[in-house]
C-alpha cells in the first residue's frame, strides 16, 4: 500500500482474532515508532508491550472497562518520559514527551495498518490504574493505548469534518 492507501485503510478496530502477530511484524510496528520524529531527537517517550493476559484484563479495566483491549493479542502502552525532555523545561516536560508519544502511536497505528493488523486508539483510561496494572516506571506517564492484531471486524469508515470548516487560513 503506498501512504495514502494506508491512511485510508486505517480504522478503530474493537474486535480482534486469537491469531498470534508474527514476530517480524510486530518488530516492524516497533522499529516505525522508533523511527518517529520527535523533539530535539529526545525520543520522550518509552513503549510497553503487554503480552500477559492477566495484564491485559487488568488494563481493560483501567481503561474504563474497555474489554476488547484484552482480546486483542498485544497491547502496546506509549508513556511520556518527561525526563528525557529536561533540556526544554517545563516544554519538554509538559509538552515535548506528550508529543513524542503520540507520533510514535500514530506511526506504530500506520505501520500496523500496512502489515495487514489493526489497532484502535485508546486514550480514556485512569492513569495510575494503568500504570499499577502494567507496573510501569515511576516518572512515565501513559498516553495512549493500543491493542493490536488481526481484525474480527470491518469497520465502516467514520465521517470526517470537511476541511472547510476544519482548516483556518490566514
Same mark, same amino acid.
Given at each position: 500500500?503506498? @501512504?495514502w492507501?494506508? @491512511?485510508?485503510?486505517?480504522?478503530s478496530?474493537?474486535?480482534?482474532?486469537?491469531?498470534?502477530? !508474527?514476530?517480524?511484524?510486530?518488530? =516492524?510496528v516497533?522499529?516505525a515508532?522508533?523511527? *518517529?520524529p520527535?523533539?530535539?531527537?529526545?525520543? =520522550?517517550?518509552e513503549?510497553?508491550? +503487554?503480552?500477559?493476559?492477566r495484564? #491485559?484484563?487488568? $488494563?481493560?479495566?483501567?481503561a474504563?472497562?474497555?474489554?476488547?483491549?484484552?482480546?486483542?493479542? &498485544?497491547?502496546? +502502552?506509549f508513556?511520556?518520559?518527561a525526563?528525557?525532555? =529536561?533540556r526544554?523545561?517545563r516544554?519538554?516536560? !509538559?509538552?515535548?514527551c506528550?508529543? %513524542?508519544?503520540?507520533?510514535a502511536?500514530a506511526? *506504530?497505528?500506520?505501520a500496523?495498518?500496512?502489515? /495487514?493488523?489493526?489497532?484502535?486508539?485508546? /486514550? =480514556?483510561? %485512569? %492513569? !495510575?490504574?494503568?500504570v499499577?496494572?502494567?507496573e510501569?516506571p515511576a /516518572?512515565?506517564?501513559?498516553v495512549? @493505548? $493500543?491493542?493490536l492484531?488481526?481484525?474480527? !471486524?470491518?469497520?465502516?469508515?467514520t465521517? #470526517?469534518?470537511?476541511?472547510?470548516? $476544519? &482548516?483556518? #487560513?490566514?
Amino acid at each position: 500500500m503506498n @501512504i495514502w492507501e494506508v @491512511i485510508e485503510a486505517r480504522r478503530s478496530v474493537r474486535a480482534y482474532q486469537s491469531r498470534a502477530i !508474527e514476530p517480524d511484524k510486530l518488530e =516492524a510496528v516497533l522499529r516505525a515508532a522508533n523511527l *518517529a520524529p520527535s523533539a530535539g531527537n529526545l525520543q =520522550a517517550y518509552e513503549i510497553h508491550l +503487554i503480552q500477559d493476559a492477566r495484564t #491485559r484484563q487488568a $488494563l481493560a479495566a483501567a481503561a474504563l472497562g474497555q474489554s476488547f483491549l484484552a482480546r486483542a493479542p &498485544v497491547v502496546l +502502552i506509549f508513556c511520556a518520559h518527561a525526563a528525557r525532555s =529536561a533540556r526544554y523545561g517545563r516544554r519538554g516536560a !509538559e509538552l515535548y514527551c506528550l508529543q %513524542d508519544a503520540t507520533v510514535a502511536a500514530a506511526y *506504530a497505528q500506520l505501520a500496523a495498518t500496512a502489515l /495487514g493488523l489493526a489497532t484502535c486508539w485508546v /486514550g =480514556a483510561f %485512569d %492513569d !495510575e490504574a494503568v500504570v499499577r496494572a502494567a507496573e510501569l516506571p515511576a /516518572g512515565q506517564r501513559p498516553v495512549a @493505548i $493500543l491493542p493490536l492484531g488481526y481484525a474480527a !471486524e470491518d469497520p465502516p469508515p467514520t465521517p #470526517r469534518r470537511p476541511l472547510s470548516e $476544519l &482548516v483556518h #487560513r490566514h
